[in-house]
């Protein structure tokens, strides 16, 4: 068999030759003469060009992509800076708070505008007199059981949440509500939940970072921690 035949039988993979170039990359400056027989499509147009041309069409498209990604840091150190902004903004605005009222109307305001989040809801463990965005749960209420998995994780959990879900945390005003994100709140011990909600889908989504959203958490709870008594633990411990 000669060495057309064995190539046809393809006993020399692509791969293999790809890795014999690659092995020896003076091969084609001691064998000009098979260049005279490559035929190099254009990734475009799909002509044929030289070898020349096809390589500066490749760097062209990696300084392309390399482009792009830098452009894609960019946007997103730009972002990472605005969320810190907002924040740091956010952290002094709570520690001015004089009051429980304080907190939640600060929290409202805050979190509506400068995180953009249609609806905003405390829900507390414990007993309190409800108001505007603070409702409480009473720490023997059966619900608590599908929150467990979010206290033992401590981690938030964004997108779209279930009826039931839903209801129980926005009531009639979260009909609208189409992503949302719940943020355990804890500080030596489980507080409740923060819940943000949408009208957009794809604001709160499944997969995208949460560190930040994590941050603005401890810093809720925080300063929530300050004026409300230690809650009762039930329910919340048989998911521990």
Known sequence: MNTADRLESKEISAELVAEWLRLHPNFFREHEEVLDGLNIPHPH????????????????????????????????????????????????????????????????????????????????????????????????????????????????????????????????????IKSAVLIPLFEAREIGVLALGSENEARFYPGMGTLFIGQLGGLVARALARYLEPPLHSSLEMGS
């Open 45 to 176: 147009t799909g002509e044929a060009v030289s070898l020349l041309e096809r390589l500066v069409q490749r760097q062209r498209d990696k300084v392309r992509e390399l482009e792009s990604r830098q452009s894609d840091m960019l946007k997103a150190a730009r972002d990472s800076e605005y969320v810190i902004a907002r924040l740091h903004h956010l952290a002094l605005e709570l520690m001015s708070c004089d009051s429980l009222d304080d907190v939640v109307g600060t929290c409202n305001h805050m979190l509506r505008g400068d995180f953009m989040a249609d609806n905003v809801v405390l829900r507390l463990v414990g007993h309190g007199r409800e108001r505007d965005g603070l409702h409480f749960i009473d720490p023997d209420d059966k619900y608590l059981k599908q929150l467990a998995t979010l206290f033992r994780k401590r981690q938030p959990v964004c997108g779209r949440l279930r009826p039931r879900q839903q209801m129980f945390l926005f009531g009639e005003e979260g009909t609208s």
